[in-house]
């Protein structure tokens, strides 16, 4: 089985919490690779640095597509916590729900 093929099967990106033609919804998470990556201790204690970066750039490769997303994407998955990727004006962060 593929890297990739595994990852897809483990990890689901949830919905938004707000449709993108939602008048309140706001499109913070853009396709910019000039922001820094940083992750949590926490979220690199339950994931590994490959399956974080597979996970981000499927959240870039979809922000490319619908012109922007919003600041919080949130990963299913059967671990013990959830994985959430939120961006800012001045990073991309992975963390977990208990590092808000």
Known sequence: MT???RFH?????KPQELA????????KFQPRNDLPFVATTAALAIY???????????????ARE???LDYLQV???????????IEN???????LPSDY
Do not use: K, Y
């Open 3 to 5: 890297v990739a093929l």
């Open 9 to 13: 099967q483990q990890f689901t990106l």
């Open 20 to 27: 993108a033609d939602h008048p309140d919804a706001t499109f």
């Open 48 to 62: 590994s640095l490959d399956e974080i970066v597979w996970m981000l750039t499927r959240v870039r490769d979809l």
């Open 66 to 68: 619908r012109n922007g």
């Open 75 to 85: 990963f299913e998955t059967t671990r013990s916590s959830h994985l959430w990727f």
């Open 89 to 95: 004006s001045e990073s991309i962060t992975a963390l």
